[in-house]
């Protein structure tokens, strides 16, 4: 009975190959789209998509932590 046959890289990893190339197109597609003042305004521009994520978690993990412990205490003097 011969081995069977290892899977080849391109089987093995077919989804990276695929996902990775895309998603570093899309994002080099939302700069251009971003950098072209026929579309967007700098009022308008915002970041990448990951950039806004990492910014948002940060506000929340910082600053979300401060506003709810003075919410906290505004509802405890109201009582």
């Known amino acids: 009975m011969p081995a069977p ?3 080849s890289f391109l089987s ?3 989804v990276a190959v695929v996902m990775i190339p895309s ?3 899309i ?3 939302w700069k251009i789209l971003q950098d072209n003042r026929k579309l967007v305004t700098v009022e308008e521009q915002i970041d ?3 950039i806004t994520l990492a910014k948002y ?3 929340r993990l910082t600053s979300g932590a401060d506003a709810r ?3 906290d205490q505004t509802d405890n003097s109201t009582k």
């Open 27 to 29: 994002h080099i597609g």
């Open 57 to 59: 978690v940060w506000n």
């Open 12 to 14: 093995r990893n077919l």
């Open 23 to 25: 998603l570093i197109g």
């Open 5 to 7: 046959k290892k899977p």
């Open 69 to 71: 412990a003075v919410g």
């Open 48 to 50: 990448l998509p990951p």
